[in-house]
RNA sequence: GGAGAGAUGACCGAGCGGUCGAAGGUGCACGAUUGGAAGUCGUGUGUACCCCGAAAGGGUACCGAGGGUUCAAAUCCCUCUCUCUCCGCCA
């Protein structure tokens, strides 16, 4: 969430930045909505500040008269605190879910525009992958190799599920590997994280685990929910804590399974493993302090780009436009790995990294001490290392060969043990 | 899952209806003493929100969390969470 100080001192860029990014939220109802907190806040503190005053009378010794009027004085302020409790109670709900529909900041730099469409392409490394032979996709591919079984898995678990096989698990566990120890290198802490968090966590962090269009999980009864990525559980680790300046940054590498909903994508691109209710992915994630978040921001998209231009498969850089930044991101870039068997040949995400500046912190409350003694909140940073479903599509569909084999990437053999897998079923 | 013990400020620890934002100690900061250091002495030392303001200042809340009793709760009652010990179960 934001500061609501800097939302009244900026109403009209706060106003404008909800436009550029085509969001529903009520500046002008939430003011009031605060106003209107404040004031019986005000009205409360005054009863009770009566209260205590009259308390405090009663310590003296009072004559019996005296004693009963301050008794009754005492009961007519317990009635009127209840009241005005209740009802700040209630205002305080409404402005606290209308501050939360007031996304972050954007970047000056990230395009205005409404989908995807209009993100901007900010690089290329590689060219789309050219072949001698009609490239297949990966879900031919998938069973050709006997790596990849969706059939069995929409029997058993529905849709938009998978199970890897034979070389297919292998191949899943040595991305997992070979980005961990990539991360390890660049400083990372390792961690595997809970599958499972709180429902405030996941507001925390700006997700909205209740709703028709959630793409969240909600255990019932629970008050917890399936994440959808490590971000979660990586941004809920310090939340409510006070850290070290010069602890800072901390950068952990997350590995976990992430879960999804994704109700209502029957339009989209879906199929085979590129939209999916369950895969594994390693996630980047750094707590730092605001005025490195820009420079980290840069770091973390170079480590994607490293992990990708390794794996030898070709990718753009988008910088995210407004409206299709998600409320957290002050700015966002995606890489899109080619990919041969999308549509005849298509760019499709495979990461992204958000730098969300203190959005998530201030709501997650994650502070440091800062050297004038003050507590400050963090800036906290996001990104993909290996989303492994989507990984997969494009080392298949980028390294197949006319006898239908696919090369394992140079980097990933050690990993694999095997340099190529090869059909098992013509 | 069952039985018991506990949760107080940066830390240790007292308090067990009104004198408690909270004794005492440790730590930390500043000052004095010293050639310097240790030591000693003195002073200060939480967070959030609201009001006012140039600054100073004032108010409210917070003693694991939530609810209750009372004119008044760290203190009494209820519920929950977490930690520790023992038992059970289990990968």
Same mark, same amino acid.
């Given at each position: 969430?934001?500061d609501?100080?800097?939302i009244?001192?900026?109403?009209?860029?706060?106003?404008?930045?909800?436009?550029?990014?085509?969001?529903?939220?009520d500046?002008?109802?939430?003011?009031?909505?605060?106003?209107?907190?404040?004031?019986?806040?005000?009205?409360?503190?005054?009863?009770?500040?009566?209260?205590?005053?009259?308390?405090?009378?009663?310590?003296?010794?009072?004559?019996?008269?005296?004693?009963?009027?301050? #008794?009754?004085?005492?009961?007519?302020?317990?009635?009127?605190?209840?009241?005005?409790?209740?009802?700040?109670?209630?205002?305080?709900?409404?402005?606290?879910?209308?501050?939360?529909?007031?996304p972050?900041?954007?970047?000056?730099?990230? /395009?205005?525009?409404?989908?995807?469409?209009?993100?901007?392409?900010?690089?290329?490394?590689?060219?789309?992958?050219?072949?001698?032979?009609?490239?297949?996709? *990966?879900?031919?591919?998938?069973?050709?190799?006997?790596?990849?079984? !969706?059939?069995?898995?929409?029997?058993?678990?529905?849709?938009?599920?998978?199970?890897?096989?034979?070389?297919?698990?292998i !191949?899943?566990?040595?991305?997992? +590997?070979?980005?961990?120890?990539?991360?390890?290198?660049?400083?990372?802490? !390792?961690?595997?994280? /809970?599958?499972?968090?709180?429902?405030?966590?996941?507001?925390?962090?700006g997700?909205? @685990?209740?709703?028709?269009?959630?793409?969240?999980?909600?255990l019932?009864?629970?008050?917890?929910?399936?994440?959808?990525?490590?971000? #979660?559980?990586?941004?809920?680790?310090?939340?409510?804590?006070?850290?070290?300046?010069?602890?800072?940054?901390? +950068?952990?590498?997350?590995?976990? *399974?992430?879960?999804?909903?994704?109700?209502?994508?029957?339009?989209q691109?879906?199929?085979?493993?590129? +939209?999916? *209710?369950?895969?594994?992915k390693?996630?980047?994630?750094v707590?730092?302090l605001p005025?490195?978040?820009?420079?980290?921001?840069?770091?973390?998209?170079?480590?994607?780009?490293?992990?990708?231009?390794?794996?030898? #498969? /070709?990718?753009?850089?988008?910088?995210?436009?407004?409206?299709?930044?998600?409320?957290?991101?002050?700015?966002? %870039?995606?890489?899109?790995? %080619?990919?041969?068997?999308?549509?005849?040949?298509?760019?499709?995400?495979?990461?992204?990294?958000?730098?969300?500046?203190?959005?998530?912190?201030?709501?997650?409350?994650?502070?440091?001490?800062d050297?004038?003694?003050?507590?400050?909140?963090?800036?906290?940073?996001?990104?993909?290392?290996?989303?492994?479903?989507r990984?997969?599509?494009?080392?298949?569909?980028?390294?197949?060969?006319?006898?239908?084999?696919?090369?394992? @990437?140079?980097?990933?053999?050690?990993?694999?043990?095997?340099?190529? #897998?090869?059909?098992?079923?013509?």
């Open positions: 969430m934001l609501i100080r800097f009244k001192d900026n109403l009209e860029a706060v106003r404008q930045n909800i436009r550029d990014r085509y969001m529903d939220a500046v002008d109802l939430l003011i009031s909505l605060y106003d209107k907190k404040n004031a019986l806040l005000r009205e409360l503190e005054e009863s009770r500040r009566c209260r205590n005053e009259n308390a405090q009378a009663m310590k003296s010794n009072l004559s019996k008269e005296e004693r009963s009027i301050r #008794i009754e004085e005492g009961k007519r302020l317990k009635e009127t605190i209840a009241r005005l409790e209740a009802e700040l109670q209630e205002v305080e709900a409404a402005f606290a879910e209308e501050l939360a529909k007031i972050n900041m954007a970047h000056p730099q990230a /395009p205005r525009g409404k989908e995807d469409k209009d993100n901007l392409e900010v690089k290329r490394v590689g060219s789309p992958t050219q072949f001698s032979f009609p490239p297949k996709d *990966h879900v031919e591919l998938g069973q050709s190799l006997d790596i990849l079984d !969706l059939d069995t898995a929409t029997k058993v678990s529905g849709t938009k599920f998978y199970y890897l096989k034979n070389e297919g698990t !191949l899943e566990l040595a991305l997992v +590997r070979y980005a961990l120890d990539m991360l390890s290198k660049h400083g990372f802490t !390792l961690m595997t994280t /809970p599958d499972i968090a709180k429902t405030e966590i996941l507001e925390g962090i997700f909205n @685990p209740r709703g028709a269009e959630s793409n969240v999980y909600t019932e009864g629970e008050g917890t929910c399936l994440i959808g990525t490590a971000e #979660i559980t990586l941004g809920g680790y310090h939340s409510d804590s006070i850290l070290e300046k010069d602890q800072l940054p901390i +950068r952990y590498a997350g590995l976990s *399974h992430c879960f999804r909903r994704e109700a209502g994508a029957a339009g691109f879906s199929k085979g493993l590129y +939209r999916v *209710h369950q895969f594994t390693v996630e980047m994630f707590y730092c005025e490195e978040s820009e420079a980290i921001h840069e770091e973390l998209r170079s480590i994607e780009e490293e992990i990708f231009s390794s794996l030898d #498969i /070709p990718f753009r850089v988008v910088e995210t436009c407004t409206g299709d930044l998600g409320a957290p991101a002050y700015r966002k %870039w995606d890489l899109e790995a %080619w990919m041969p068997g999308r549509n005849n040949g298509e760019w499709g995400e495979i990461t992204s990294t958000s730098n969300c500046t203190d959005y998530q912190a201030r709501r997650l409350n994650v502070r440091y001490r050297k004038d003694g003050k507590n400050r909140f963090v800036h906290m940073l996001n990104g993909t290392a290996i989303a492994c479903s990984a997969i599509i494009a080392i298949l569909e980028n390294h197949q060969q006319a006898d239908g084999s696919v090369r394992i @990437p140079k980097a990933l053999v050690p990993y694999c043990g095997f340099d190529l #897998i090869q059909p098992r079923h013509v």
